[in-house]
């Protein structure tokens, strides 16, 4: 009989007081990205250097705050609560028994059971049995209890050995004061994906929008496949995820989807849409390889060759390991030692291989990781509770390179994802005594890295990727990817047999009776390693790598590449009444026009109408609908707010003036167009600002809200815990105005009113520069008057996976939009004394002076298009929003550039021709302005037409050779400040005459006369557009 569990009150889910999870670093990320660290069960954001801050509470702390209710993925402990809160539940089997009132008291209010079933989690090296429930709404982890045949809930520890099967043999302790139970909504299984464990295909990896994920094991397939079939039923869930995992009867569709999928990606790499890393991490992910089960942990080669050079020349072959070889067969000796261990096995009638070791096992990852828990705790465990021998452990990346390719026989380890974009890993932030070597006596710590790095974990990782992108690497990457993952595995010819026990269907635990056994295949697949999945049974195709190979093939221009060439829209793409304090993505996501937010009013995600406003004299939080005027659908009052934002569709984040920061969970029901349709409930409240928060920002990508204090001191809270991470300490007490996330690393930006500082996603410092150019700013006694140069408007990253030249990011200083790049240290002579890495002003791109507009209020990259919001001049008038487009970006037609198609007059100064049957309109593929042929024409290089001024920029651009062939000796002309960008006080000669137009050919104008023309354009625009 079904057991049946349900609420009968609407009383709210215990677990006021959210369970603290042991202490790590762990980074975050996204999709297919998302850390090796994060994914090994625990919070993605707790960070063993950081003090515990703020605590969550719940004390009704102001008026009008309504009870708080059951939240997705929430964590409850068994001694959470009051016990009278069990006499809410109507128990239809077995009143009394306590382990039963556990799991109700895990339910969500009104939910249903449907089906427990009885799953082991996978923690490091050991097994964590639970319960997994699945609900008429919400999915269910309760760890530590079991469900027997008869429908008893009970111990894990006290079930029969008939009712879980144990695949790793080892049981984690867990103290039953310590057992805890998650919820999540169908709604937040973001992926699934079916694994292997131990070589049983019986897995199933689970990941949700709070970042948590688990890999959990089923005593047999098809109890792994009903789930999943259920799961997919409740949550909808996109066929692109699903129709992997199908009912057995389906397997040909499933083996035909996933070759297709595989294809897919293939082809996406070849077109460089997605890079070398990401390309690996997707073929780990589809060859069974997960950061869930460190025995099938991701694999990633070792790239370079050269670890002592004080100077990484990657444009050298030498500079770069041979990935056409296995890392046992890449010297001559070491391939003469392969051959004879595979000729002596031979002899004696085994099965052959080359190497006793494996490149990629339990104890290989857990040494890289030595340094982070739970790494750390895993490694003890493998090691029977204690550090190896110092000189064993991973301590220096030279040494490792040396053993693993050269000097020890039994070392072919490969590398993991972390050497190639988590630098936490390499400092020993835990402060662990790992011991001294016994020769030299050196204490085992932070790792050493080459000279090239010079010291800086950051720089190190940066280094490694941007090898990892070259072109060297790109075009033989598919040499190793033969080795690795296709038909060159176990390749006697390519020195590339293994264990006859690593590979797939050599070992099945089921059929193993004798326990002594099954333990002892469980250690060798621990110990030994897994060779993975092999998914390619033909040569892997090659990398397209003519033209700019930084950018996908069929893209001609980039941001990061030809910054130079951003063409300002000639007319305002938006004008608001009031000032613009946020640019936003639109929701389509589509390039569209984006959204714009002002101060005190926020809009719903998902919700296009819905309004969230504070600021008001009673201290009142609303929620008002663009239905028939403003609509109020709910009211908080005594709400002191004076800043807030969205860190998820449904948590906002609002900051009070005494610096308290409040979560509140925002519920919305029918579209929230009636009064009581919307909600918000209190979810937690976070002390730990000493000063005024005098800015805020969110970052959706990896789960962290950021808030800026008066005193210099930025705090970082864990958006998805609910608890505050670390501070970020700048080194002058000037408030914090403007704070920018770049969504493809984590590096956050503070910026006072004159200093500009970049912080890793770890908290560590990177770089710092002033407004006025220099790390240190000038004071200079003789200038009487003169006005400092201060940031005023937001910072903006340009959000690429990767930028081999540094993050790229646009901040607003006065009337003038400055580009920096955060540029990585190179040395170019030996022994010199150089940072890290150094934040650079690269440009700065200028807006009319004509239009009326002051400072730069927000600024934004939307892919590779920049929108930038300004106040007016004088007031009264509306705040202007501008766009940055590179040129052919597109159809001409873009509707968020082009000026309305009401426009009857040609835009060029001194032309006044009226569009008409015979002379229609032509489009600018750079302002968007609308022009007669005369003056919209074609310009070699481009495939649209351009207008005089946006012909004058690009031409300009094809002198300095961005565009096409570069002239020998040509210099780039002064440019027009009114139109397009500049280099602050890189003005140069003008170009003699050199038409760049098609068919016709045209002189130039003196500069003077260029600007005036600009001017009276941007008058006409402005006119026309009003």
């Not at 809410?88 to 969500?108: C, Y």
């Not at 094991?217 to 997919?232: A, N």
């Not at 950021?706 to 300490?729: H, P």
Request: net charge neutral.
């Amino acid at each position: 009989m079904r057991v049946r569990l349900e609420r009968t009150d609407g009383v709210a889910s215990p677990g006021a007081h959210k369970s603290r999870a042991k202490l790590r670093d762990a980074i975050p990320g996204t999709d297919e990205l998302e850390s090796a660290v994060s994914r090994i069960n625990a919070a993605p954001w707790e960070d063993p250097f950081s003090l515990a801050m703020g605590e969550s509470i719940t004390e009704e702390e102001q008026a009008g705050t309504p009870t708080k209710p059951s939240t997705p993925s929430e964590q409850f402990k068994s001694g959470d609560g009051d016990d009278s809160d069990a006499e809410s539940f109507h128990e239809v089997e077995d009143e009394s028994s306590n382990k039963m009132r556990l799991v109700a008291k895990a339910l969500q209010a009104g939910d249903v059971v449907e089906s427990a079933h009885n799953i082991v989690r996978i923690v490091g090296v050991d097994a964590l049995p639970g319960l997994l429930i699945l609900g008429r709404r919400n999915l269910y982890l309760i760890d530590g209890l079991v469900q027997t045949p008869e429908g008893q809930v009970i111990e894990a520890d006290h079930a029969p050995r008939d009712v879980l099967s144990i695949p790793s043999g080892t049981l984690a302790d867990l103290d039953p004061s310590d057992q805890r139970s998650h919820r999540w909504t169908y709604a937040d299984v973001v992926e699934t994906n079916k694994r292997a464990f131990l070589f049983r295909d019986v897995a199933l990896e689970l990941y949700f929008a709070d970042k948590q994920n688990f890999l959990v094991v089923f005593r047999d397939k098809r109890e792994r496949q009903s789930v999943v079939h259920k799961m997919g039923i409740k949550s909808g869930t996109a066929p692109r995820v699903l129709n992997s995992f199908v009912l057995d009867a389906l397997s040909r569709a499933l083996v035909d989807t996933r070759e297709a999928q595989l294809e897919g990606m293939t082809r996406k790499w070849q077109n460089r849409e997605i890079s070398n890393f990401a390309y690996l991490q997707l073929l780990n992910q589809h060859a069974n390889r997960t950061p869930n089960d460190v025995t099938q942990y991701p694999v990633f080669p070792w790239v370079l060759a050269d670890y002592t050079s004080q100077i990484l020349d990657l444009s050298k072959k030498t500079s770069y390991r041979d990935l056409s070889k296995p890392m046992g067969a890449l010297t001559p000796a070491r391939r003469e030692e392969a051959l004879e261990r595979y000729q002596a096995m031979e002899g004696v009638g085994e099965k052959p291989f080359h190497y006793g070791t494996h490149y990629s096992s339990s104890m290989i990852v857990c040494g890289y990781m030595i340094r982070l828990s739970p790494f750390t705790e895993i490694f003890l465990a493998l090691q029977g509770g204690s550090f190896d021998l110092a000189d064993r452990l991973f301590s220096s990346v030279p040494r490792a390179w040396d053993s693993a390719s050269a000097t020890n026989r039994g070392d072919v380890r490969e590398l993991i994802p972390e050497f190639y974009y988590a630098p936490a890993f390499l400092n020993n932030l835990n402060h662990h005594d790992f011991g001294r070597k016994q020769v030299s006596g050196d204490l085992v710590d932070d790792v050493a890295l080459p000279p090239w790095a010079l010291s800086d974990p950051l720089l190190f990782v940066h280094m490694m990727r941007e090898a990892l992108e070259s072109d060297y690497v790109s075009r033989h990457l598919p040499e190793w990817i033969d080795l690795t993952f296709g038909f060159k595995q176990g390749d006697a010819a390519s020195f590339n047999c293994f264990h006859p026990l690593s590979y797939r269907g050599a070992v099945d635990l089921d059929r193993m009776k004798d326990d002594a056994e099954r333990a002892s295949s469980t250690a060798i697949i621990h110990n030994f390693g897994q060779t993975p999945l092999q998914i390619f049974r033909t040569p892997h195709p090659p990398r397209f790598l003519s033209g700019r190979t930084t950018l996908p093939c069929g893209q001609r221009f980039g941001v990061a590449e030809h910054w130079q060439m951003l063409l300002r829209s000639i007319i305002p793409i938006m004008d608001v009444a009031s000032r613009v304090h946020h640019i936003l993505e639109s929701d389509r996501g589509d390039g569209s026009r984006p959204r714009v937010e002002q101060k005190h009013r926020l809009a719903v995600p998902g919700y296009p109408g819905l309004s969230v406003q504070y600021g008001f004299a009673d201290q009142s939080v609303r929620i008002y609908h663009a239905e028939m005027g403003q609509r109020l659908v709910y009211i908080v009052e005594g709400i002191d707010v004076t800043h807030a934002a969205f860190a998820a569709p449904s948590l906002l984040v609002t900051v009070s003036s005494l610096g308290v920061l409040t979560a509140w969970r925002m519920a919305v029901k029918n579209g929230g167009l009636r009064r009581g349709d919307a909600s918000l409930t209190r979810e937690a409240t976070l002390r730990g600002a000493n000063r005024a928060v005098t800015s805020l920002a969110v970052s959706t990508a990896w789960s962290f809200v950021v808030t800026g204090c008066a005193d210099g001191t930025a705090l970082v809270w864990d958006s998805n815990r609910l608890r505050y991470t670390r501070a970020l300490k700048t080194p002058r007490n000037e408030p914090i105005a403007h704070i920018g996330i770049n969504e493809a690393n984590g590096h956050i930006g503070l910026a006072s009113a004159h200093h500009l500082y970049m912080f890793s996603l770890n908290g560590h410092p990177v770089a710092a520069t002033s407004a006025d150019g220099g790390r240190f700013p000038e004071i200079r006694f003789n200038e009487g008057a003169r006005e400092a140069r201060s940031f005023s408007g937001g910072i903006a990253f340009l959000h690429r996976e990767y930028l081999a030249s540094g993050d790229l990011l646009v901040v607003g200083v006065g009337r003038t939009l400055v580009l920096y790049r955060c540029i990585p240290g190179v040395r170019r002579f030996e022994d010199q004394d150089i940072e890290p890495w150094r934040l650079v002003r690269q440009g700065v791109l200028f807006r009319s002076d004509d239009h009326g507009h002051g400072d730069v209020t927000a600024v934004k990259f939307v892919g590779e298009t920049l929108y930038a919001a300004f106040e007016p001049v004088p007031p009264g008038r509306k705040h202007a929003v501008y766009q940055w487009s590179l040129p052919d970006a597109g159809p001409p037609l873009v509707p968020q550039r082009r000026v309305p198609d009401s426009t009857t007059v040609c835009m060029a100064p001194d032309c006044g021709r009226t569009f008409g049957l015979l002379e229609p309109r032509r489009w600018c593929g750079g302002c968007g302005g609308a022009f007669c042929g005369s003056h919209a024409l074609q310009l070699e290089f481009f495939e649209q037409r351009y207008c005089d001024v946006c012909r004058d920029r690009l031409g300009e651009a094809s002198e300095l050779g961005l565009v096409g062939r570069s002239r020998v000796g040509s210099r780039a002309g002064s440019l027009d400040p009114s139109r397009v960008g500049s280099v602050v006080g890189s003005r140069r000669p003008s170009v003699t005459e050199r038409g760049r137009e098609m068919p016709e050919r045209r002189s130039r104008e003196p500069s003077r006369d260029r600007v005036a023309r600009s001017r009276e354009r941007a008058r006409r625009a402005e006119s026309m557009a009003v």
